[in-house]
């Protein structure tokens, strides 16, 4: 009946081990969160921006606003969903702070040019866009520092 008992026992960190896998999984309190917020922020400010510039009879400023739009929503929709269904806790091992640290960046710099580009060419939608372009600086500016803060610290990025 007790015959080789010992041998048969269940390792306990083996166990803690199993439960502990990174899964997938949706994360409803993401959206309530800074960085949830933020990034809805910036898609509402680059999809509102993206109306009025169409709204807009300037010629040239569109074409710069149209890839901006283009690229900062596509990325930043991605990153978002990323967060949301944490693919970012499974794939730990890249450095996201860093690259959405440098995409800030890269967006801000850009908005900039692009807002005030478009202030200056059209009329009162050229201001409208000049505005939401500013709301999406603040925001990636915002997103940016804290993903600084995380990467400088050596915070997980979730």
Known sequence: MFDNYPNHQV????ANQTTNQKVLRFDRSYLKSLPGILKICQVVCNTLG????????AFISPIFYNILYWVANIITLFLFL???FHFVEKYDRLPW???EF????????AYIGTSIFAATLAESTGYAVGFFGFCAI???TFDGYLKY???KRGLPPQ
Do not use: D, P
């Open 149 to 151: 803060k995380g990467w």
């Open 11 to 14: 390792n306990v960190e083996a």
């Open 97 to 99: 702070h860093k690259y």
């Open 50 to 57: 993206f109306i009025l510039i169409k709204v807009s009879t």
């Open 82 to 84: 990323m967060y949301l």
């Open 138 to 140: 603040v925001a990636y």
């Open 102 to 109: 440098f995409f800030s960046g890269i967006v801000v710099l």
